[in-house]
């Protein structure tokens, strides 16, 4: 069992910056790759980024040069930095495990930028 927590959303000025916080807890060392994944209202949840447990890092066309995933203490706590954000980018943002077999999610955490 894996549990996860995301934290750093709020409201941000087009152009501005946010850093999300993704923790894990429980069965850690299952987790084979975390991911960041967002859904703005009305449409499917899409990818944004990924990074594997030895740093291995995936980004979206459309977040890449603007947004940087990274890890610390292998992948106990995921961040999202968030840079040059645009109103596109409004959605609740979500924090994903995977394992061979499951997939684990968090609650997710609301991302607003104004225009």
């Known amino acids: 069992q894996v549990q996860l927590v995301e934290s750093g959303g709020g409201l941000v000025q087009a152009g501005g910056s946010l850093r999300l916080s993704c923790a894990a807890s429980?069965?850690?060392?299952?987790?084979?790759?975390m991911g960041w994944y967002r859904q703005a209202p009305g449409k499917q949840r899409e990818l944004v980024a990924t990074?594997?447990?030895?740093?291995?890092?995936n980004y979206a066309d459309s977040v890449k040069g603007r947004f940087t995933i990274s890890r610390v203490n292998g992948l106990n706590t995921v961040y999202l930095q968030m840079n040059s954000l645009k109103p596109e980018d409004t959605a609740v943002y979500y924090c994903?495990?995977?394992?061979?077999?499951?997939?684990?999610w968090g609650q997710g955490t609301q991302v607003t930028v104004s225009s």
């Open positions: 990074i594997t447990r030895g740093g291995t890092t």
């Open positions: 994903k495990a995977a394992r061979d077999f499951r997939d684990y």
């Open positions: 429980g069965s850690i060392f299952s987790i084979n790759a």
